[in-house]
Nanobody, 124 residues
Framework: QVQLVESGGGLVQPGDSRRLSCVAS????????IAWFRQAPGKEREGVSC????????YYADSVKGRFTISRDNTKNTMYLQMNSLKPDDTAVYYC?????????????????WGQGTQVTVSS
């Protein structure tokens, strides 16, 4: 069965750190471009970060630059999103995604595989 499964979400305080994980099964992540998206209540899903397959280039939304880090561990078929200095505006459901096209895009339709999402709530 082809699927992505996220974990690591939860309730955190402003300024805290959290690491999200996304495990792939049924296919190999290292042949794909991988990304994290998020969707806050009442808002559209937006791109957070992405890694190109071809050259490993990483991309970040302006709102998370310098605070979030995307990575992958091909030996574990897992991708990660390290989130530091979390803010209440980071509250959202976070989704991992992968595309066979191999290059990053912020367009939702570019992605072939999606996880079910994990809730991150930043609140004091």
């Amino acid at each position: 069965q082809v699927q992505l499964v996220e974990s690591g979400g939860g309730l955190v305080q402003p300024g805290d750190s959290r690491r999200l994980s996304c495990v792939a099964s049924g296919f190999t992540l290292d042949y794909l471009a991988i990304a994290w998206f998020r969707q806050a209540p009442g808002k559209e899903r937006e791109g957070v970060s992405c890694i190109n397959k071809s050259d490993g280039s990483t991309y970040y939304a302006d709102s998370v630059k310098g605070r979030f880090t995307i990575s992958r561990d091909n030996t574990k078929n897992t991708m990660y999103l390290q989130m530091n200095s979390l803010k209440p505006d980071d509250t959202a459901v976070y989704y991992c995604a992968a595309t066979v096209r191999g290059f990053c895009s912020w367009l939702l339709r570019s992605y072939d595989y999606w996880g079910q999402g994990t809730q991150v709530t930043v609140s004091s």
